[in-house]
């Protein structure tokens, strides 16, 4: 098993939008020129493409199933990233059934060729750049090991599973086969690095980067809020979150609109109340104890 380079452009190429028309159905596909002749689905039919072949032939057909993202990232939709303006123009997702949960895997390129990779979870993003290490862990430690020494560095092992791709869209500049399993584990190191590494029977790939907030993610797409309202995060925890999304209003309804007025009689009620009071103690925040008089609260 040796690393993956179908991932890693060794010689970054300009890159330029081109349209080409489907071979199933002739509708318009916008592909990136630059960035490998791997493949490509239509949106309107399916069908996935062979960017190597010189007539694009078709080479498959996606089944026609709602794999639509958590987060308001599309394909076509650019973000800043290391000074330089990327644009979205692949996705893959990958289902873990063991834990009943998947995630998104976004390609990213750069007019110069340059890539990145974001991963979203419906809880966390990763800004990953795929690198070949110049020694790379031998098999047994990747699936055991709870710490890795890549080039010399230390990385502590977070999670290792087993999962498959599921789906794709747009183009990518390798062959992708859905349902190839995948074994992958996430690390993390004492700078608050991370570290991905996929691997299959045949490939070994390593990829390194950070974590990014839904706020940062949001302002670097130029998005009002990267999740919309009500879409839950992942599957295990189904759509009763009890909390809010970034960027979302909480609602209250009936119930809480009374438990509110009940609260303001109250204190109405405690204010009236004090007036009488001379020498109280007041009970105030951080569990201090605080002496009033004169019906204020305690400061």
């Known amino acids: 098993m040796c ?18 028309d489907c071979p199933g ?33 078709l080479i498959a057909q996606m089944v026609n199933e709602d794999f639509q993202p958590r987060s308001a990232i599309r394909l076509g939709l650019e973000a800043r990233f290391h000074g330089k303006i990327f644009r979205v123009i692949g996705r893959m ?4 059934s063991a834990a ?20 979203e979870d419906g809880r966390d993003f990763r800004l990953l750049t795929p690198f070949t290490p110049r020694e790379a862990p031998d098999k047994a430690s990747l699936e055991s090991s709870t710490e890795l020494f ?26 992708v086969k859905i349902d190839t399993e995948v074994t992958f584990l996430d690390a993390g190191n004492a700078q608050g690095q991370r570290l991905s590494v996929e691997w299959t029977r045949r490939e070994l790939e390593f990829y390194s980067g950070e974590s990014l907030s839904h706020a940062t993610v949001a302002r670097r797409f130029g998005l009002s809020t990267i999740f919309p309202k009500g ?21 209250f309804g009936a119930l809480g609109v009374g438990v509110a007025i009940v609260i303001v009689i109250l204190l109405v009620f405690l204010a009236f109340a004090m007036d009488d009071c001379n020498g109280c103690v007041y ?15 305690g400061k």
């Open 150 to 175: 890549i080039d010399g560095r230390p990385w502590y092992v977070r999670e290792r599973g087993n999962a498959v791709i599921s789906h794709f869209e747009g183009q990518l500049p390798w062959k």
């Open 283 to 297: 009970i105030g925040g951080g569990g201090g104890h605080y002496p009033g008089g004169g019906g204020g609260w």
């Open 25 to 57: 159905c002739g509708a318009a596909l916008d592909i990136a020129s630059g960035v490998g002749r791997g493949q490509a689905s239509c949106r309107s039919c399916g069908g996935v493409i062979d960017l190597a072949s010189p007539d694009y032939r």
């Open 231 to 251: 879409v839950p995060r992942s599957d295990d925890e189904g759509e009763d979150w009890g909390e809010t999304w970034e960027g979302d209003t909480p609602e």
């Open 93 to 96: 997702r990958y289902h873990d």
């Open 100 to 119: 009943g949960w998947y995630w998104e895997e976004w390609f990213l390129v750069a007019n110069d060729g340059s890539i990145l990779y974001l991963e």
């Open 3 to 20: 690393p993956q380079r179908g991932r890693i452009m060794d010689n970054p190429q300009a890159v330029a939008l081109q349209k080409i």
